[in-house]
Nanobody, 122 residues
Framework: VQLQASGGGLVQAGGSLRLACAASGRTFSNYVMGWFRQAPGKEREFVAAISWSGSSTNYADSVKGRFIISRDNAKSTVYLQMDSLKPEDTAVYYC????????????????RGKGTQVTVSS
């Protein structure tokens, strides 16, 4: 499985960014997709997940109401629209793919790509 994230950058607090992740190697539409992030000195944390069909989404409490995850199965791409960004959102964001069709915290997402840096200035 290959996952290539893009769209990171430097933005002021209150601004927006849209991340994209192109996947290859497996039938994209069969699997749950998600985003994780890791800030300097902190553990990697779950951000959002979307089921195989896009009908079910999950979010970390810290991003609910500000971030939206979506997917385009025809393009094998998952997106993360990030609005009202805060300095505490600064992290490397990673795209991930699960082994099943829906998100399971216990199962996690074993396939992860290289991240993209998001920096939010105050």
């Amino acid at each position: 499985v290959q996952l290539q994230a893009s769209g990171g950058g430097l933005v002021q607090a209150g601004g927006s960014l849209r991340l994209a992740c192109a996947a290859s190697g497996r039938t994209f539409s069969n699997y749950v997709m998600g985003w994780f992030r890791q800030a300097p000195g902190k553990e990697r944390e779950f951000v959002a997940a979307i089921s195989w069909s896009g009908s079910s989404t999950n979010y970390a409490d810290s991003v609910k109401g500000r971030f939206i995850i979506s997917r385009d199965n025809a393009k094998s791409t998952v997106y993360l629209q990030m609005d009202s960004l805060k300095p505490e959102d600064t992290a490397v964001y990673y795209c991930a793919q699960g082994s099943g069709a829906v998100y399971s915290p216990r199962a996690g997402m074993p396939y992860r790509g290289k991240g993209t840096q998001v920096t939010v200035s105050s």
